[in-house]
């Protein structure tokens, strides 16, 4: 025998896991990934991180809001404390259509779905509508966390191309036909058409309703994504496509982006029929979402000025957006950017030939973090560009940001001339698939 | 004296006595059993390496497993509040388990000796020898183990040069496949498996986001086998080797996904064989003057050819690393051999 040769019998291996055989196929897809390590580094101060969405929540008034949770649980703690309805709090579903009206929506507190933020939401239409190999057909790019959970339903996500008026009606037809041409089921249509995440864009009002006579002609429901709507720079609020379609729309809200996502409080809109499957699913999920969270969104309504509160969000972000893109425009003039009219996020394509996802290292080592382009797309594609969060760091931190990332930048640029590389890495799309909270 | 390290043979050479389960160096049970506690231990954990998570995970793992002996520890990161912490509860010994840069460079230890603190493990000029794999890889090859064919290549070069002429120097001299990886760094960050020579260039910018200087080796074939070594005072001792069976790459995923490697320890190789991979492991800690605990990573070829590949002073901790594997595969107590090490010899 040669002397290395295995000795089989001495030793049995072990995967460090005695339940590796057990799981379901679709969990061999996770992955630990070196880009979701390096993102624990962005959470240190000396990092400038324009990865994360986190609202900066240090613009709530948290001492109102202090006493009118110490008076929720002074005056209604075993309420709040307690289970609740699995459809949610009846008080705040009446109160999310103040929210709502506000975009043009119109519709009953039993329309109103309850979810554990949006993100629950995105899970419950999924896992209601959606067999193994459904297409879902999504903007490309996406938002990251809408194709994680397609992906963990086995949804097979198909792209369709936004420009800076949104989705692209043509386009959508075109993929639409071609998918029905080879027999191929679409169930949904997932867009966020404010502020898009992470693309920055809105969709038009003039493309709304092109957009809905097209799912409607194919026979697909339309999910729509709207944490952002109400955090336009302008003040102006477009109408939602809920608004324009009572049966073909599902709207997916949330206070985590004009209040607080701590309380984990989003909803559902949805037609009646669909309504019952969402609560059936929630209440086999989570049972209830939390009362206390609940009432004290109700509370926080109720006793706060929360309008006056999201005109104070929009014109601080505005001015972070102004950083940013000012930034953008005098360290950065070789990658173009979209100039978002609200929301969170610019979408910038690098100059050519780097790689959003290697270059990723470099960047936290020179102390400044974004988001991978690849992170948003299904395919593989998206190395080209990175999204910039100007929500949370002040516009000096954004400033030093893009100065920082700028640096990174041109040390790439030098390096692919060097070796001429400009074709992308394989494609491997998983890297940032369930994306941490501060990715949301 | 019975169930400790096999004082008999420092070499390590042969397997050490087993303590067998639950049980401890018998001095170190001792002090716990007669409520001495040992004092105060402080771990560092995290920094601001590209391995900040897994240094994280490697120190939350450590400080469990030393509090459940008795001993009273902090956990810190290496930030701002940290020297005024030290010097406010002046601990019996600091611990670094921060994985890449400061933490294995030996510029946090050289820190903590400025400051007069005792801490486990290799001192500076030690550490920045082995974290420099072409220079661990240099000196090891002065003590006499093999290690693949290697060059090592800075950023700066490639842009004087050019890239071609280098890479075609680099092809004409040694074979298909080859390693990228940065010189400095762990956990399989920025390393790439080269298979043609048209993939060579891509691996060379990823290696390049994770440091300025890059090693390419030949990538050999054989059995992974990683050897961790301990010395609690009576000199370095291998315990049983971890044989690695991946499919495709021992990359990141594969170290930190639990699943998708397979490991057997001991490995399943004759043990004449392993008492030899024990030497190496042994004689690299020996050669590059590491104390306390190191691992050593090796590829063992079909001809029984070791090579090395490199070392680790701050070796991971985490629940899938290769040391408490090790450990628990030599019948060690994790926590009691933890107390162990954060009570044995210390540098300054």
Redesign the interface.
């Known amino acids: 025998?040669?002397?290395?040769?295995?000795?089989?019998s001495?030793?049995?291996?072990?995967?460090?896991?005695p339940w590796?055989g057990a799981?379901a196929e679709r969990a061999h897809g996770?992955?630990?990934?070196?880009i979701?390590?390096?993102f624990?580094?962005a959470n240190?101060p000396?990092?400038v991180s324009l990865a994360g969405g986190m609202p900066f929540l240090d613009g709530l008034p948290l001492e109102t809001i202090s006493e009118t949770m110490a008076r929720l649980i002074a005056t209604k703690g075993t309420s709040a404390l307690q289970y609740g309805s699995g459809q949610g709090h009846e008080e705040l579903r009446e109160r999310i259509l103040d929210v709502v009206r506000l975009e043009g929506i119109e519709c009953h507190p039993d329309d109103v779905v309850v979810t554990t933020g949006s993100q629950q939401a995105l899970d419950l239409v999924t896992r209601i509508f959606i067999d193994p190999g459904d297409v879902v057909v999504a903007e490309a790019p996406s938002y990251v966390g809408a194709l994680g959970v397609f992906r963990s339903y086995q949804a097979e996500v198909v792209h369709v191309p936004l420009d800076e008026h949104g989705l692209v009606p043509e386009a959508l037809e075109t993929t639409l036909a071609d998918l029905a041409r080879t027999g191929r089921r679409v169930k949904l249509l997932y867009t966020v058409p404010n502020f898009h995440n992470p693309a920055g864009v809105t969709l038009s009002a003039e493309r709304r309703p092109r957009v809905l006579e097209i799912a409607r002609r194919y026979g697909v429901l339309v999910i729509e994504d709207n944490p952002y709507g109400l955090l336009g720079f302008d003040g102006q609020t477009l109408p939602a496509l809920r608004s324009l379609d009572d049966d073909g729309v599902l709207y997916l809200g949330s206070f985590s982006k004009t209040f607080a996502p701590g309380l984990r409080v989003g909803w559902v809109i949805a037609p009646h029929a669909v309504r019952e499957k969402l609560v059936l699913a929630s209440e086999s999920a989570i049972l209830c979402p939390s009362n206390a969270s609940q009432m004290a969104i109700s509370s926080y309504l109720d006793t706060c000025d929360w309008k006056a509160q999201i005109k104070q969000f929009r014109e601080l972000y505005r001015e972070r957006r102004d950083a940013m893109i000012g930034a953008l425009a005098e360290h950065l003039p070789a990658a173009s950017w979209t100039v978002p009219d609200g929301g969170f996020y610019t979408w910038v394509r690098l100059p050519p030939g780097l790689?959003a996802r290697?270059?990723?290292?470099?960047a936290?080592?020179a102390?400044v973090a974004y988001v991978p382009g690849t992170a948003f797309y299904a395919d593989g594609t998206g190395s080209d560009h990175v999204r910039l969060s100007f929500c949370y760091p002040t516009p000096d931190r954004i400033r030093e940001g893009v100065r920082r990332l700028s640096g990174v930048v041109n040390s790439?640029r030098?390096?692919?001339e060097?070796?001429?590389?400009d074709?992308e890495?394989d494609p491997d799309l998983t890297d940032v698939e369930n994306p941490g909270p501060d990715l949301a | 004296m019975e169930n400790s390290i096999d004082h008999a043979n420092p070499t390590g050479s042969t397997p050490p006595v087993s303590p067998g389960p639950g049980s401890a160096r018998q001095d170190d049970e001792d002090l716990h059993r007669a409520g001495g506690g040992g004092g105060r231990v402080v771990i560092l954990a995290g920094g601001l390496s590209h391995e900040r998570d897994v240094s994280l995970r490697s120190g939350r793992r450590v400080a469990e497993s030393l509090r459940s002996t008795g001993l009273e520890v902090d956990l810190h990161d290496l930030d701002a509040d940290l020297l005024p912490f030290l010097d406010q509860v002046r601990p019996d010994v600091v611990w670094p388990l921060l994985h890449g840069a400061s933490g294995e460079d030996g510029s946090v230890r050289d820190v903590l000796g400025l400051l007069g603190l005792d801490y486990v493990g290799t001192g500076p000029r030690e550490c920045r020898a082995a974290w420099s794999k072409p220079v661990a890889k240099a000196t090891v090859i002065g003590a006499g183990l093999r290690t693949p064919e290697y060059v090592t290549l800075p950023q700066s070069l490639f842009r004087e040069l050019g890239a071609q002429p280098v890479l075609d120097a680099v092809l004409a001299r040694l074979s298909l496949p080859l390693v990228v990886k940065p010189t400095h760094g762990g956990s399989a960050l920025g390393v790439t498996l080269v298979r043609r020579a048209d993939q060579l260039p891509r691996a060379m910018v990823d290696c390049f986001a994770y440091g300025d200087v890059a090693l390419i080796e030949e990538a050999v074939e054989g059995t992974e086998l990683a050897v961790s070594v301990v010395d609690t005072g009576d000199g370095p001792v291998a315990l049983p080797p971890v044989e690695i069976v991946t499919e495709g790459p021992y990359d990141y995923d594969a170290r930190y996904n639990p699943g998708r490697t397979e490991y057997f320890a001991p490995a399943r190789i004759d043990p004449a064989v392993l008492d030899r991979v024990r030497d190496a492991a042994v004689t690299a800690h020996r050669s590059l003057g590491l104390r306390a605990l190191s691992r050593t990573d090796v590829i063992l070829e079909k001809d029984g050819t070791i090579q090395f590949l490199e070392v680790n002073v701050a070796p991971g901790m985490t629940e899938t690393s290769l040391f408490p594997q090790a450990a628990r595969a030599g019948g060690y107590d994790l926590a009691s051999l933890y107390r162990a090490i954060a009570l044995g010899p210390r540098h300054r």
């Open positions: 025998m040669n002397d290395s040769t295995p000795d089989t001495s030793s049995t291996g072990t995967r460090l896991d590796f799981y996770m992955r630990a990934s070196e979701r390590a390096l624990a580094v240190r000396e990092v790689d290697s270059m990723l290292p470099r936290v080592t102390r790439e030098e390096l692919v060097i070796f001429g590389t074709s890495l």
